[in-house]
């Protein structure tokens, strides 16, 4: 159940892995998909870590420019490693499940701090869905006790000719533009999210390995309420490591994943077989919400011939303090 609401509508995958065996010196289980497809999942962890969250629903005149807005307003934020935030879009909502009955975009927000989070909200609400054409802005955590200011600060751009007004319950700024009236609530909920749930799916090609992560980034989207990916389109190719073994850096790419090191390494973790490496990084407003997001990935990623291991990005306890095992995936 997400923070503030009454419940979600994520919807469990048919999909079932059988685990057949235990292969102790490579420590991962040989896993079958219903397919038939036989392949290994390493029993390693993800490390997740607490971040705070906003939500916002983004409705718009139509479908076009609702997306439009959810796009500006959740770019440069795939990760707060060189980033300001971590942002996604979660999901669509019909008209039927807005406040003002237009179509709207659901996008989430991440930030380690509550300043940061109220002031990354601040200004891509208003320098990336106020600015675009037909847009309101309300807050999609009714529920949270914490609340931020973001409406009742971004109407001081109306120079004095806001008005403060009420629809459906909610309290919101009616703020003059040239197209008309932007509508954006006066107060947005806050919520202690998590982040970095990670899956990597190891393929024998670069073609495998996209198709795989592409069907398993759908799965997600589609299944699971209150997750985002942040990275684009939802898969990472660009895995990182915290620090570095030769510079003074925050972070530097993830070797040990990189399949051209594989021979070069003496720590590389890529299989014989393996030439292509893709990171799935998953965010939630709850750590239930990221490890349904990562069954599904599983799941479906477990069903392409082409993936021949799936395993997830830790670092010793140097991250994160939350621990989700893939062995616990695997019996979700």
Known sequence: MLPGETGTESTESESQLKVESYDVKDKSYIVASPSGHVLRISDTYAEIFPMWAGRILVTAHNQKWALKAAEAATGFATSIIMCPAEAARERIL????????????????????????????????????????????????????????????????????????????????????????????????????????????????????????????????????????????????????????????????NHPFCPKLKKIVPDSEVPDGVECVYEIVINGLTVEAIKRAMVEGVRVAAESPGILKISAANFGGKLGPIRVGLKEILEL
């Open 94 to 253: 019909s008209p039927d499940k807005t406040p003002d009955g237009r179509l709207g975009v659901v996008i989430q927000i991440y930030s380690r701090s509550l300043q940061g989070l109220r002031d990354q909200m601040i200004l891509r609400t208003g320098q990336c869905i106020m600015t675009c054409p037909t847009t309101a802005a309300y807050d999609a955590l009714p529920k949270a006790e914490r609340r931020l200011k973001i409406g009742r600060s971004l109407r001081l751009f109306g120079d004095g000719f806001q008005k403060r007004d009420k629809t459906e319950g909610r309290v919101v700024w009616r703020i003059p533009v040239m197209e008309g009236e932007f509508f954006v609530e006066d107060t947005f909920g806050a919520v202690k999210g998590s982040a970095g749930g990670t899956l990597l799916l190891m393929a024998e090609s670069q073609r495998a390995g996209l198709e795989a992560a592409e069907r398993a980034v759908g799965a997600i989207s589609q299944r699971v309420e209150g997750a985002i990916m942040p990275f684009p389109g939802g898969v990472c190719r660009s895995g990182s490591k915290v620090g570095s073994t030769r510079y003074k850096l925050r972070a530097s790419t």
